[in-house]
């Protein structure tokens, strides 16, 4: 895996937040992992994992944590200004013109539209992440009991986060256990 110069990591976090729409983590996964080569694919899973438990947007518990990882504050201050600075005025500029032609049909339908392509590019990423990870059996199983969860059964996430936190630690846990004990 590469270092990227503070220079580089602006615009590494730049070009995420400018392309993600409704789903930066693909956007993110593709830069980091497949393009800027900075992370590997399970240093990215980690990474995103931690930060999907920590409150706030992921993405930016995301780069607070990998710029703090490179170069303290420095990098913190440095990605969350790549990823939030340009985006944050675009989106001022796109909410402007939506209190303005909001209500018209077209202009709603075009929302939907994006809503729907955002969904896609979360389950892509997933998909994507999930072949190549080959996560074990367990771990398939723990999510596609939180999917269930979530989306058919319509539990409270915090009830999923804290029932499926500690499962997914013990599975890991479980299964690290005797790798660790066959190197002895």
Not at 50 to 63: C, D, E, K, R, T
Not at 86 to 101: D, E, K, R, S
Request: proline letters at 6%; glycine letters at 12%.
């Amino acid at each position: 895996m590469t270092r990227p110069s503070l220079t580089n990591l602006f615009f590494g976090f730049m070009k995420v937040g400018c392309m993600a729409f409704g789903g930066a983590q693909a956007v993110a996964r593709r830069v980091m992992v497949e393009e800027r080569h900075w992370l590997s694919e399970r240093d990215y899973a980690e990474l995103l994992a931690l930060a999907h438990v920590l409150p706030g947007p992921n993405i930016g518990n995301f780069a607070v944590m990998f710029g703090r990882r490179l170069y303290g504050l420095r990098g913190v201050l440095v990605c969350l200004g790549g990823f939030f600075g340009l985006p944050l005025c675009l989106l001022m500029g796109l909410v402007f013109l939506y209190q303005h032609f909001g209500q018209i049909p077209q202009v709603n339908a075009a929302m939907h539209g994006v809503a729907a392509a955002a969904a896609g590019m979360v389950l892509g990423t997933a998909l994507r992440m999930a072949t190549r990870l080959k996560p074990p059996p367990e771990v398939i199983a723990l999510a596609l009991a939180v999917l269930l969860a979530a989306a058919v059964f319509k539990v409270p996430l915090l009830v999923i986060v804290g029932v499926g936190a500690p499962l997914g630690i013990w599975a890991a846990l479980r299964r690290a256990r005797p790798a660790s004990g066959e190197n002895r």
